[in-house]
């Protein structure tokens, strides 16, 4: 087989790969961190990268039209699209800084209640002697409570423990089995980590589990990425590909060795105190990161291979940062598209102990939504696309550096950059804002349309000059640039077909219910980006039913402080059993009213005319 | 290093070992099975072989008084003694041929209690739908009575599995854990094996859960044997070389591997329906199989690691003839020289819950007695010494091919040898016949001498005859020969030591239970050695206290069939922790009226002479 070697700056790697791969194989080879969205389909044009020099194959047809002018002036290319045909060199965009300040990387003050997992008992034993020949293993355990297995291993350490540190030792209990003997007293020091595995972000929580309280959290980009954006395209990945699985998982478990590795750098927690593990996560990324093919949930009937609880160790799920006999626990999943990380949010929630008529909503590429009754939970996922996440628009970005997060157009028009950088593109929280400020200012009408004439009278002059309609449509400048950042008429249908998604889903969960809009006393937004979001522009373009934006409510990252309080505290872990196992799941695709609403909601206001006055 | 090739015939395998090496170290690494009953210390004799040609060191003083004179006529060496200078060629005895039919290989009849500890259920499954989206494994647990733990490996094999057989399988779940997931109704199809491993000899039975059934058994020598004939030579084996645990552990493997896969060819049955192992052994072997180091046990105050149950897989103990997840469990220890045989022993003889006063004694080099008065137990390990392996003595061997075994003196001299060969030695059975068939005719008087003079009259003339003093000593001779096979004042004197070790032992217990002879009911001798021996002989020796003979009892590999009903059933199974943690262990070392009872019983008769007259 004839190689090539490609060589990436400025990371300074250099992958050898068989003749006519891609670059991208070159890449996720190499270990460069690349966000091929589409999974290196050619269809997202976010592997844009500047080949140096060497040989590759020529563009692809379409491979232009994913590249914006100034990029196609720069000379860059998609991996995902060139073939290696000799040695090349090529040079990566800088990776984009992330949003530090979002709601993922928080790490929560306060105290959450505490019911410890993990055991800790102090043995002050006696020494054997011919008198008391007690075997040294039936000595210690005879101090504990209820019985108690041993692994072989951990049993042929106790004998040398017990001597070295004259007979005075701790022993570490977790779920009847024990962990761990140390010497001396390390009663007061117990730690434990939970972790959000999110498609996009893996978010991870150090927690003192003695004392109930959260130390540290840090999060990091999701290696995975670099196999696609979103789960569907992660599956086939491990469908198409006879190592993929175990790619995605040695990803996964990357990602979360190297967050936790932080965690106790950043906090001088010593890695042999850390005992337990508890992950949310959706239930496409539970199954890669336990190694167990997802392959059932890609298609109707969508059926994972599991939801209840797993559990085992460190070492089975090959993480290095911690002792292998560390523990770890999944949150249970309620459903192929509703996982531990929705079980998370209603953990984190308490949803079902408050009363009356509650929503919560992830809003996402699946948005996962939660109705709750008078504590009779209901749930459903909906398809909402990678239109939230920035993909699929125009000029659109993730939450990174230099996109246009906030958009208000009361005074004129406004714009909020992350990182307050040059405006690179727009992401969803933009682009939410953006159609939202337009649909109030009728500028765009309900069926989405971007108005070039009969606008409305007294609009404002420096909005009516934003509207421009010199290239092959009309566009609304939001930022003159260079570069600038426009939406167009495709941007705004994108946003239709997701939030029609999201808005039907709520309303099968009411109708199925037995409730409507009226009903609801409290609608909590899920999720960093949910959590970003301004509920007046939800409202505006009908995302969410008509309701009076106080009741609307951001609640960070729900998913991962589920995860905590499952860490924390044993009655958490097995509530988490509990309502995932009583949650009613509606399956939308299965539901005889889902395309009636969905096209329903197409339209970008509200139809109760009182309500949308105040949007 | 420099290096020599040492090749031993007739296995025809070679190794290369540093030169300085013993032949020894050469055949262990070669994996060429060889008898080292000292453990390679020069002083059993038992490592004899041919040096076809090569160099090797000269004779080490006092070689040659280990070999008889037609070895050293056949220019034996021994392999311990002889260090590699070059390259050499090695022929080995024929390894002799086990006794087959020795208790320890016999196949036990007729059924078993049966509470199975593997519980396998058919599922008929409902394939998954839109409407009902259960996830695989709650969907297959869901039939299930109670609350099951699955290994994420496990896990990820449910989807197919489940599919491939249309929904109809068979699940096994052992202790809370499900094993497998097995196409079909397999329910009928559950085996399990009982494993006795001894210091000399490792025992299995294949059995049927189901019908609680012994289908086959199997013997084979503990390939530990080339490190030492004895528990403390092992554990010396152990402390001295760094790898010295893992080589041991490595050979007790070994030799399971290679009788499971005996067993499992000469039934049929396939290794994927076996799903549990108990294991029984002395604490030290237990300790060797489980890799835990036993290295408290050889000194006072002789401290086992563990004596509780131990578990865990296959895998963990690296078994290769079983899938990696069947389970295994040792039957407890209750002290570390009184270990899990004896506790399958108490388990086979019922003795617990047999009325009255009953002992039972397992004779070998650690003798391990248990007494039960109505139920409530007593337990010593006594140390014999390794006379009745027929090790210590001038011309004794283990009950292998050749070895005298029985020696009647009624109608003259008869002797029987093992596989109806030329005797070749005498083993520890045939030596308690000889003795006390000499104490008997009063040619050895009860402090073990053998008289050369003075003998009593109207002692047959055949007898007289055998008694002969050309040598440096006078000695009994058995068989003419060649090779001459006889009885020395010293093997006399060894016998003497064994037996009264045992005898002290048994006194003790009878002491510290507030009893004395005369209560006695019944006698069980345990262990293919003691099921094959006279109880006339033991009695007229005083090995056993003075009772009718009537009451004596072989029992047969006692330990292995106790692993087979803990094997069989659940409650027997639990019952062994409590008849190991309720008995009173009594450690003789420590014991104020050891030395003394010790040396009262090296006597070699009844102190009782209505008794004696019997013998």
Redesign the interface.
């Known amino acids: 087989m004839r190689t090539a070697q490609v060589t990436f700056r400025p990371a300074g790697v250099t992958a050898t790969v068989p003749l006519e791969s891609t670059l991208l194989d070159a890449a996720r080879q190499a270990g460069v961190s690349i966000n091929a969205v589409c999974g290196g389909k050619g269809k997202c044009g976010k592997c844009a990268a500047r080949l140096v020099n060497g040989l590759v194959s020529p563009a692809a047809p379409g491979e232009e039209d994913l590249l914006t002018p100034a990029q196609l002036e720069q000379g860059l290319v998609l991996l995902c699209q060139r073939l290696v045909l000799g040695d090349a060199v090529v040079e990566t965009l800088p990776a984009p800084e992330r949003e530090t300040g979002s709601a993922r990387a928080t790490c929560p003050t306060g105290g959450f209640p505490c019911e410890p997992h993990v055991i800790k008992t102090r043995h002050d034993l006696t020494p054997?002697?011919?008198?008391?020949?007690?075997?040294?293993?039936?000595r210690l355990?005879a101090g504990l409570p209820s019985p108690v297995?041993?692994?072989?291993?951990l049993?042929?350490r106790?004998?040398p423990v017990l001597r070295d540190a004259g007979f005075q030792v701790t022993s570490v209990v977790l779920d009847g089995v024990l962990l761990a003997l140390e010497p001396g007293d390390t009663t007061e020091s117990s730690y434990g980590l939970a972790v959000d595995i999110g498609t996009t972000t893996v978010a991870a929580y150090l927690a003192d589990l003695g004392q109930g309280r959260v130390l540290a959290s840090r999060s990091s980009a999701n290696a995975q990425s670099a196999f696609g954006a979103d789960v569907i395209t992660r599956i086939t990945h491990t469908m198409e590909n006879p190592d993929g699985l175990a790619e995605l998982r040695g990803l996964a478990v990357r990602t979360v060795d190297e967050i936790i590795a932080g965690l106790l750098a950043q906090t001088g927690v010593a890695a042999d105190r850390v005992y337990l593990l508890t992950f949310a996560g959706n239930t496409v990324m539970s199954h890669l990161l336990?190694?167990?093919?997802p392959?059932?949930v890609a298609a109707?009937?969508?059926?994972?291979?599991?939801?209840?609880v797993?559990?085992?160790t460190a070492a089975?799920l090959g993480l290095r940062s911690l002792p292998g006999h560390v523990r770890f626990r999944t949150l249970p999943?309620v459903?192929?598209y509703v996982g531990a990380d929705t079980v998370g949010v209603m953990l984190a929630t308490g949803i079902r102990d408050l009363p009356g008529v509650r929503l919560a909503v992830d809003i996402g590429t699946n948005g996962e939504i939660i109705l709750s009754r008078e504590g009779r939970l209901y749930t459903c996922s909906t398809a909402a696309g990678p239109v939230f996440e920035g993909a699929g628009i125009r000029q659109g970005m993730r939450a990174e550096t230099g996109a246009i997060y906030q958009v208000t157009m009361a005074d004129g028009l406004a714009v909020r950059v992350i990182g307050d950088a040059l405006p690179r593109g727009i992401c969803g929280s933009g682009l939410i804002d953006a159609v939202a400020g337009l649909v109030r200012l009728a500028v765009v009408n309900r069926n989405g349309r971007l108005k070039k004439t009969g606008l409305p009278p007294g609009l404002p002059g420096d909005i009516a000059a934003r509207i421009v309609s010199d290239g092959p449509g009309t566009r609304f400048v939001l930022s003159g640039g260079p570069p600038e950042i426009s939406l167009t008429q495709g941007d705004i249908s994108q946003l239709q077909l997701g939030k029609a998604a999201i808005r039907a889903g709520i309303e099968i969960l009411l109708q199925e219910a037995g409730l409507d809009t009226a009903d609801l006393e409290e609608i909590m937004l899920a999720g960093a980006f949910g959590s970003n979001l301004d509920p007046a522009s939800l409202l505006a373009i009908g995302l969410l039913p008509p309701v009076n934006p106080a009741i609307v409510r951001p609640v960070g990252n729900a998913a991962g402080l589920g995860a905590v309080r499952a860490l924390l505290s044993r009655g958490q872990f097995a509530l988490a059993s509990d309502l995932a196992r009583r949650a009613r799941?509606i399956?939308l695709?299965?539901h005889h009213e889902f395309n009636r609403q969905f096209a329903r909601w197409l339209v970008l206001d509200q139809p109760d005319p009182d309500l949308q006055a105040r949007g």
Chains 1, 2 share one sequence.
């Open positions: 054997p002697s011919l008198t008391d020949q007690t075997a040294d293993l039936d355990l297995k041993v692994d072989i291993a049993a042929a106790v004998p336990l190694g167990i093919p392959r059932h109707a009937p969508f059926i994972p291979a599991f939801c209840r797993m559990e085992g089975q999943n459903a192929g799941h399956e695709s299965a």
